[in-house]
């Protein structure tokens, strides 16, 4: 029985970020999940790929319910909100189970930039 890996990415909201003038944002978060997800797969793991939307109650429900041995953690925060990217790592970090990037507390110091200093 192969590992089950979880893909998790920002799901890009095509309006939003073009509101930002950021379209190539969107390319960029889908040409990576595709790397991933294809490297994964030519190593045989078998992959449940979640892109993640707010609010942030759903993310917790989507992590919790995924049937996985492990989480590939792409996910970087949410537009205009830095710190979730720290705050859905801790949802992973919760369950229990092994998690790829850092920890949510490197996460979160590395927003501010005096303390990481």
Request: net charge negative.
């Amino acid at each position: 029985m192969s590992l089950k890996v979880g893909l998790v990415y920002n799901e890009p909201i095509p309006d939003r970020y073009q509101e930002m003038g950021e379209q190539e944002a969107i390319a960029d978060v889908l040409e990576e999940v595709k790397a991933v997800e294809g490297a994964l797969n030519e190593l045989g793991y078998a992959i449940v790929k979640r892109g993640l939307v707010p609010p942030l109650e759903e993310v917790r429900r989507v992590i919790h319910d995924m049937d996985v041995d492990v989480y590939f953690n792409l996910f970087e925060g949410f537009a205009g909100r830095p710190e979730t990217e720290a705050m859905v790592a801790s949802m992973m970090a919760v369950t229990g189970k092994p998690y790829t990037g850092s920890s949510p507390g490197t996460l979160a110091l590395a927003l501010d930039k005096p303390k990481t200093k």
